[in-house]
């Protein structure tokens, strides 16, 4: 079965200094993965996914990711957070066919003045 | 278009009661999904539909029926609540399963048994 681990459930950055949020997936076949942020009260919007190709995907808001197969890992960067990036973050693998996504624990990101 | 829309967004329920959540998506997208949130559980997946008159069971379907009679709608039903079915709900849609496709969220339904 796959599985995603989000190994920081929570993570404090600076106001400009770098961001890195780590991902790792379970999964045999090739992965389907997808970063998600989620602001207090809302719902998860789409900040980048991977499928094939080119292993650094950018995304919205400044923020990109790496696949690496050799680390099944996909983490998720930013070069200098902002304010408004204070959110919770979801790593997601697509599984079981591919008509199910399957979400880690989610890594709460908070932004010091 | 207003995307994903689900009804209602609060709800108080007493043990026993049952309700339906009511998720809509303008989107014509094939699947839709069911999903609950609690604190440090991240999204567990109850249910998911593939299409029109289908359904399938997901991570955590125990208390938990669906119907998916119109293409549009996706309904959540709670038969008889229970207190460990206080969370966070959440619908979502995408056009054809997850292959490199968004899945796109609603706004949640926040419900809590008593």
């Not at chain 2, 339906?20 to 699947?31: F, G, I, K, S």
Request: charged content about 15%; hydrophobic content about 35%.
């Amino acid at each position: 079965a796959q599985s995603v681990t989000q190994p920081d459930i929570h993570i404090t950055v600076s106001e400009g200094a770098s961001l890195e949020l780590r991902c790792n997936y379970s999964y045999g076949a090739t992965p389907y993965l997808f970063w998600y942020v989620q602001s207090p009260g809302q719902g998860l919007q789409l900040l980048l996914k991977y499928f094939s190709g080119d292993t650094l995907v950018q995304g919205i808001k400044g923020f990109e990711a790496e696949f690496k197969r050799s680390q099944s890992s996909f983490n998720l960067r930013k070069p200098s957070v902002h304010w408004s990036d204070a959110a919770e973050y979801f790593c997601a693998v697509g599984a079981g066919g591919y008509s199910t996504l399957t979400f880690g624990k989610g890594t709460m990101l908070l932004v010091s003045p | 278009n207003a995307g994903v829309t689900q009804t209602p967004k609060f709800r108080v329920l007493k043990t026993g009661q049952s309700m339906t959540l009511l998720c809509a998506q303008d989107m014509n997208h094939e699947y839709m999904y069911w999903y609950r949130q609690d604190p440090g559980m991240g999204l567990r997946l109850i249910h998911y539909s593939v299409g029109e008159g289908t359904t399938a069971k997901g991570e955590v379907p125990d208390g938990y029926n669906v119907s998916r009679l119109k293409k549009q709608n996706f309904l959540l039903g709670l038969e008889s609540a229970a207190p460990s079915q206080t969370s966070v709900y959440f619908c979502a849609s995408t056009p054809e399963g997850v292959r490199g496709n968004e899945q796109f969220f609603g706004p949640g339904t926040r419900l809590t048994v008593l």
